[in-house]
Every structure is written in structure tokens, then in C-alpha cells.
């Protein structure tokens, strides 16, 4: 699996952006990214995935550079809701069938500050 | 309407004690997982399932064994149990649409005692 590696927590003002990194040197080129968010005792959710291009949803945009070694998830508007843990995760098919075995690393505790 | 339930939410019990953990999912979805998240928090996978048959094993000890009885629900039963089991235990389960997302559920709370 290609690893990851992001900040072990950051801030964020609320109704700020809130940026979060990840690299990801060693993706190779089938694999995707997913980014995942914890919040407090509850099990992970699914945020938004990319492969080469810029994608958007309600969520969060995701930005992944033009060699694929790094992505940035953009929260536009930070509230109060959106402070978790946020994991940047590269997607690993097992099979024909793209069974997924998904990896977590410690991922970024963001705290958005009122 | 829920999802992804697991049953109980939390679950104390004595070392050695066998018991189970139950995961269903009302997504049609083919393929479920279990994880397990230690005390540092980190998200293992540990079994993952695809129409009730055995996808992946990630080195998981005999101790735990996984049932599908369809592919609505996959239990997690583990046999005598260890202080080191003590941890949350997700399972989640997988669209096959273009999103690939996976759904998980609220968590099982384990401690051993």
C-alpha cells in the first residue's frame, strides 16, 4: 500500500478554509485517493475521492498535484461540526472483483476554534 | 433510517469469555468489513467480505472468526479473550458504485477486563 503522511493536528477559525495535506509519494498510478473524516466516538465517513483531477462535492473539494505525490482537502467554510479526524487514505484493489483493502494512518486532528 | 448497526454498543466482559459482535447493513451492499481501533487510535482492517465469502484476513488471530449468514450481515465472534482485544470495532460496508465509499457503522466498545 502507499503510505501517507499528514500533519498530526492543525486549527482552524471557524467560517475560515481549512486546508488539510497529505502526501502521498510512493501512490502508484492506479490507486485512488479517499479522504475520510472521524468525528468523536463515531465510526469514519466518507468525505470525497480523486484519481488525477480536482474534485468537488458538498462536502470538501480535493486537490491533488499534477505528479499525484500530494492532495490537499479544502473545507471552505469551517464550522464547529467539522472538527475530527480527518485521514488521507490511497485505495488498494484485492481481485478482480476491486474488493478494497482501505489502510488508515493516524490522519489530522482538526480543530476548528470559534 | 440506520444504515450500518452494530450490536452492542458496548460490551464488557472477563478474559477467556467468549462472545459476539453483530454488523448489518440495509444498503445492498456485496462487500463488508470489520476494524478494529486500538487504544492510539489506529484503524486496522481486519476481515473483509464479499457475498458472504472470505475476501481478505489481515493476520487476525484464530481467536476471531467472522460469519456471514448473507450478505446483509457479518458477525464477528471472537473466543477467549485478551486484555489486547480491548478496543472499538467497526464494521462498514462498500458501495460498488463509481464512489467506492464505505459506509461505517457506530463502533462496538470492548473492554476485557
Known amino acids: 500500500d502507499a503510505k501517507t503522511t499528514q500533519p498530526p493536528s492543525m486549527d482552524c477559525a471557524e467560517g475560515r478554509a481549512a486546508n488539510l495535506p497529505c502526501n502521498h509519494s510512493t501512490i502508484s498510478g492506479n490507486e485512488y485517493v479517499y479522504w475520510y473524516r472521524q468525528i468523536h466516538s463515531q465510526g469514519p465517513q466518507y468525505i470525497i475521492h480523486g484519481l488525477k483531477n480536482n474534485e468537488t462535492n458538498e462536502m470538501a473539494s480535493l486537490i491533488i498535484t499534477e505528479d499525484r505525490k500530494s492532495s490537499t482537502l479544502i473545507l471552505p467554510h469551517a464550522t464547529l461540526r467539522d472538527t475530527a479526524v480527518y485521514y488521507c487514505?490511497?485505495?488498494?484493489?484485492?481481485?478482480?472483483?476491486?474488493?478494497?483493502?482501505?489502510?488508515f494512518g493516524i490522519g489530522t486532528k482538526l480543530q476548528v476554534i470559534p | 433510517d440506520t444504515a450500518v448497526s452494530q450490536t452492542p454498543k458496548y460490551l464488557v466482559t472477563q478474559m477467556g469469555n467468549d462472545k459476539s459482535i453483530k454488523c448489518e447493513q440495509n444498503l445492498g451492499h456485496d462487500t463488508m468489513y470489520w476494524y478494529k481501533q486500538d487504544s492510539k487510535k489506529f484503524l486496522k482492517i481486519m476481515f473483509s467480505y464479499n457475498n458472504k465469502e472470505l475476501i481478505i484476513n489481515e493476520t487476525v488471530p484464530n481467536r476471531f472468526s467472522p460469519k456471514s449468514p448473507d450478505k446483509a450481515h457479518l458477525n464477528l465472534h471472537i473466543n477467549s479473550l485478551e486484555l489486547g482485544d480491548s478496543a472499538v470495532y467497526f464494521c462498514?460496508?462498500?458501495?460498488?458504485?463509481?464512489?467506492?465509499?464505505?459506509?461505517f457503522g457506530p463502533g462496538t466498545r470492548l473492554t476485557v477486563l
Open positions: 462498514a460496508s462498500k458501495s460498488s458504485g463509481i464512489r467506492n465509499e464505505q459506509f
Open positions: 487514505i490511497v485505495r488498494v484493489e484485492i481481485g478482480s472483483g476491486g474488493y478494497q483493502k482501505v489502510t
